[in-house]
Structure formats: C-alpha cells, structure tokens
C-alpha cells in the first residue's frame, strides 16, 4: 500500500482483531501490535491485517517461496511422486506448529510466517547439499553456510532485488533459531528485544555452528518443535515406501509410546506438547515421549538419513556444485554477461546489493537459491557437450 493512502474503512476491524488477541491469547503469547520491523513501513500499519498476517502474505508471495515447489527434502534424485518434497514438508509443518500455538493460545498468524520461511535457504539437493556448499563456502574464504542463517538473509536482504521483505524480527528471529536437527525437550525462549541482538547472535552463530541459540517468542518455539514433530514419522514412512526400511524395524518403545504410523505419531506429540505446556512460558515434552521422540530419530538417522543407498549420486553432486561454484567465479570476474548468474539473477538486483557483495557471497546465494532442477540444468549447459549448428 502506498504511503499517501489513507488509513482503510476497515482499519476499525483491525483495532477488534488486536483486542481480542489480548483477551484470548496466552500470556506468554507474542501480540501482533508489538512487531518490530527494521526499516520504517507505513503500509504495513494501515489496512485491515494484522502484522504478522502481512509477514506471511510477504513469504508466501516471495520467489524464495515458489521456489520450494523443486527443493527436495531428503531423497532425491528419486522419481516417486509420493516422496515428500520441501514444499510440503513446509505445510506439514506450518499446520502443525499452528494446531499446537492454537491448543496454547499462541499467535498463529506469527507461527505461519515463520513455518512458511524457515526453510528458503536450503540449498539443492537437502542436507547433503547443504554440507557441499558449506564446505565451498569455507574453502573460498567464507564463513560456514548454515540454511537458517541463509533463510534470514535471504529474506532480509536478498529477496526483492536486494532490499529485502522488511519481515518482523519476531518472524526472522524464529527462522534463524528454527533447528530441527536437534532435539530439546524444554525450549525456553530467550528474548531479543531489537535487530542488533539478533544480528550478534547471526555473527556468533556463524562463528561457532554449534552454539545452541533459542527463538525468542513461543510462536517460534512451536515451531522448533513441529518441525521435527513434521519430519520424523513421515520420513519414516517414506523409506517404508521406498524399501529402506520395514514396519518391524521400528524400536518397540518407539511403536508403544508414540505408534507405528506418521499420523498417530504427530497427533501423540502434538498432544504431548499440549498438556505439558499449558499455560507455562516454555514448550515441553513430557519424559517417556521425548525420550521416544529421541530414540525414534536416532533409528532415522542410522536406518534412512545416513543409508548408503541414497547416497549413491552424492559423489556427482559434489563435483557439480565444484564445478558450478568455481565456473559462475569465474564469470563474474571476466564479466561474461551471458552466464545464468548475470541473466537469471544479478540483472534482477538493486545496485546496492551488486556493489556491496564479493564474488563469493553472490556465487553462494545464487547457487543456495536454485531449485533441484535449475542446479542440474545449470550443470549439463556446462558440462555436457551441446549440437553445433550446421552452418556459421
């Protein structure tokens, strides 16, 4: 909306929506009148929608996004139709984490945006391909690629040519602490109070990957949460489907307690989650369920995600992005304006963002950005001979 606009008819309806989340939501709650945003941004005060409902319209609306439709999550290289890709797997949890904010009274229209843009800085090809271009990354001089920390900047800098969406900190303070790879049983969350807290915290996180870092509201704890709540039982399932695994595999404590089916799993922690976190400033699992959750994920990781039978093409893929990273390096320094990086995305950038990045950071957020697909296009125009025409 436009600075010179008036304040809309409906701007009433949004002063009844800020009062009843003070009289339903918890708390402990995040309200949406209390979003901080980086930069000034008239519109998103004016009008019938909520803060945080903007960020979601923002993510939902940003190329980043339309982009997971071809990010696979963790088979890939595999044609089956049924496999979950990252889209959906960004669904799963975005529906999750708001069933559990909704039973805790949480602000759901926070806990979406951040569902819906924590994974946009996953590289091609999921978790492998998040460790290739790290290890690109620190070979050419940069700091460690981690996807959270590309999701924020992606969103805050990045997008719209360079400038960025100007999503709330509360919304990119939950992306960049969403870690499901790790398992805790109590989140706590620890508040950041303005932008220069979270941007320490994205320098310290970048200086020591393992430095454990907590979202600062409880949307965004809810989120940390679903997300593995989203992706263990249905990985689960999807080796099932590809023969990884079978059904009598599953640890017997992990059956008893949480179930054998993705569904009965997530409605077993969700509820879990629920009953213990009533009305308390952090989320909780309950003992025998989170020690059932951890134990069915360490039976993932040794049965699924370090499997060597989907690992087979991994090898490939190493030498491709290699040769991606050092052939669109070599582009930019001899300025050959026809390569991918120029015509599909340096063009599409504000100057600022052109004048201010090295060669590396701009080699690293192309590549971070590509779709599966696009990567593998990207490589066979390199690296696979093309028909000549027949006359000059």
């Given at each position: 909306m436009s600075d010179s606009l008036p304040y809309s008819s409906l701007y009433p309806v949004r002063e009844k929506l800020e009062e009843r989340e003070d009289r339903w939501l918890s708390p402990h709650a995040a309200r949406s009148r209390f979003a901080l945003r980086r930069n000034p941004d008239p519109g998103a005060e004016r009008g019938h929608r909520l803060p945080f409902?903007?960020?979601?319209?923002?993510?939902?609306?940003?190329?980043?996004?339309?982009?997971?439709?071809?990010?696979?999550?963790?088979?890939?290289?595999?044609r089956n139709d049924h496999i979950t890709h990252r889209v959906l797997h960004v669904q799963l949890l975005s529906k999750i984490a708001r069933t559990i904010g909704r039973l805790l009274r949480l602000n759901e229209d926070l806990i979406e945006a951040i569902a819906l843009g924590h994974d946009i800085g996953h590289p091609p090809f999921g978790h492998d391909g998040e460790e290739i271009l790290d290890a690109l990354?620190?070979?050419?001089?940069?700091?460690?690629?981690?996807?959270?920390?590309?999701?924020?900047?992606?969103?805050?800098?990045?997008?719209?040519?360079?400038?960025?969406?100007?999503?709330?900190?509360?919304?990119?303070?939950g992306i960049f602490c969403h870690n499901g790879e790790r398992l805790l049983s109590s989140i706590k969350p620890a508040s950041r109070a303005r932008f220069e807290d979270l941007d320490r915290d994205l320098e310290r996180k970048l200086e020591d990957r393992d430095l454990e870092l907590l979202p600062g509201t409880l949307e965004g704890a809810a989120v940390r949460i679903a997300d593995v709540i989203s992706y263990v039982g249905r990985d689960m399932e999807d080796a099932m489907r590809l023969n990884l695994i079978r059904s009598d595999q599953i640890p017997p404590n992990v059956v008893k307690t949480l179930g054998r089916s993705n569904g009965t799993i997530v409605y077993r922690l969700v509820e879990d989650v629920a009953e213990n976190s009533q009305d308390k400033d952090e989320l909780c699992l309950s003992e025998p369920v989170g020690q059932a959750l951890a134990e069915l994920l360490d039976f993932n990781r040794d049965s699924i995600y370090s499997n060597p039978l989907i690992k087979t093409e991994r090898p490939k893929i190493v030498r491709l992005y290699a040769e991606l990273f050092t052939g669109f390096l070599e582009d930019l320094r001899l300025g050959r304006t026809n390569s991918e990086i120029f015509v599909d995305y340096l063009d599409q950038m504000q100057r600022h963002y052109v004048e201010t990045q090295s060669h590396e950071h701009v080699v690293r957020d192309f590549i971070a950005g590509m779709t599966d697909r696009y990567f593998l296009q990207c490589a066979e125009q390199r690296l696979i001979p093309q028909q000549l025409p027949d006359r000059f």
């Open positions: 409902a903007i960020d979601v319209d923002r993510v939902l609306h940003s190329l980043s996004y339309a982009r997971y439709i071809d990010k696979t999550q963790v088979f890939y290289l595999i990354c620190r070979e050419h001089g940069m700091p460690s690629y981690q996807h959270s920390i590309q999701s924020v900047r992606c969103l805050d800098q990045i997008e719209a040519g360079g400038k960025g969406l100007n999503l709330s900190l509360q919304v990119l303070d």
